[in-house]
């Protein structure tokens, strides 16, 4: 292969399969750094885009996705003083706005969107982070600033953000809890949270069981639909805040006004897509290698190994909803 082009999978139509493809190694321009792809994190959203089901994500047919990615800079472009060639590095940082993704062996990276690898994380656990670390730190930091001795209840504990989600509140200080299947209640009491069966309990049961009725300080919802709407009943009467990262539906605010509570969106792909607030992010992945490394974050990833060769079994994975954990790609190096 010529040392100036590069393996790479695009998707050429909704819900084609993926297609190996030589292109243009890229060239790190001004202000970004050219980045050596070990891995790519596969999200849900990496498949409604293959799908042609995501047009919040901008993302045209064809096009080479995977949002997330770990691996190493080669070359630091014009004005980048923060990165140097060798350096390990991950980031939510393609995939979305025509921007080229990570199911590649390079790519040429806004400086802004990336973090150095959490020196104790391997690159594949380090891909499976941003998309979900970023969604749930500003869910609870940015948006209901989470302060310690809060009660924060997390739905989908044990989802790809809502695991993070818990693992950054416990950080912080808060007592969590999470609702989730029977099945995943060992998943969620291992993060330090109390697992609550959503089959069983219901809204007014665990709130009265764990708040004496008074609603939780913070409800951060990452299922949506009529568990967002549990949500509103469930915040704290006067002061509770809910968050959602998929309130995309229509829902009656009236629980919420009756408690005087408040009501937070999150869209985590407004940086790519505007181009504003990228520095954010950057920082806030710094944040992520520094619960990793004090040993407060840990990515929950299925065992099962994906390459190039057969990353769409990745996407069916999390399609036919068999996915124990964030699925990742491993990029070989031609």
């Known amino acids: 292969m010529s040392q100036a082009t590069m393996q790479a999978l695009i998707?050429?139509?909704a819900n084609a399969p993926f297609r190996p493809v030589q292109l243009p190694r890229?060239?790190?321009?001004?202000?970004?750094?050219?980045?050596?792809?070990l891995a790519s994190g596969v999200n849900p959203l990496d498949t409604k885009i293959r799908a042609g089901n995501a047009a919040h994500a901008r993302q045209l047919l064809p096009a080479v996705l995977g949002i997330d990615m770990a691996g190493v800079v080669e070359a630091a472009g014009p004005g980048v003083t923060?990165?140097?060639p060798g350096d390990e590095v991950f980031g939510m940082t393609g995939g979305v706005g025509g921007v080229q993704g990570s199911l590649a062996e390079y790519a040429a990276v806004d400086a802004d969107l990336l973090a150095r690898k959490p020196a104790g994380l391997s690159m594949r656990d380090a891909a499976a982070l941003p998309l979900a670390f970023i969604t749930a730190w500003e869910g609870l930091v940015d948006r209901a600033r989470l302060q310690p001795g809060q009660t924060v209840l997390v739905h989908g504990g044990a989802g790809?953000?809502?695991h993070v989600a818990v693992q950054i509140a416990r950080a912080l200080g808060a007592q969590v809890y999470a609702t989730g299947s029977a099945a995943s209640r060992e998943v969620i009491e291992g993060y330090g949270a109390t697992a609550i069966d959503f089959a069983t309990a219901t809204v007014e049961r665990y709130v009265g069981q764990y708040t004496g009725g008074a609603g939780f300080d913070v409800v951060y919802d990452t299922v949506g639909g009529e568990v967002l709407d549990n949500a509103f009943l469930a915040a704290r009467t006067y002061g509770g805040h809910v968050v959602s990262c998929l309130g995309w539906g229509t829902h009656k605010l009236a629980p919420l006004?009756?408690?005087a509570a408040t009501y937070s969106g999150v869209f985590t792909l407004i940086p790519l897509l505007t181009g504003r607030g990228r520095a954010h992010h950057g920082a806030i992945l710094r944040e992520a290698a520094r619960l990793a490394e004090a040993g407060k974050l840990a990515a929950r990833v299925d065992p099962r190994r994906f390459g190039l060769d057969n990353a769409i079994e990745a996407h069916h994975a999390i399609e036919t909803g068999t996915a124990r954990?964030?699925?990742?790609v491993e990029i070989a190096q031609s």
């Open 82 to 84: 923060g990165f140097a």
């Open 257 to 259: 006004s009756l408690r």
């Open 325 to 328: 954990g964030k699925l990742v």
């Open 26 to 37: 890229p060239q790190a321009g001004p202000g970004e750094v050219l980045v050596r792809i």
């Open 160 to 162: 790809g953000v809502g």
């Open 11 to 13: 998707v050429e139509s």
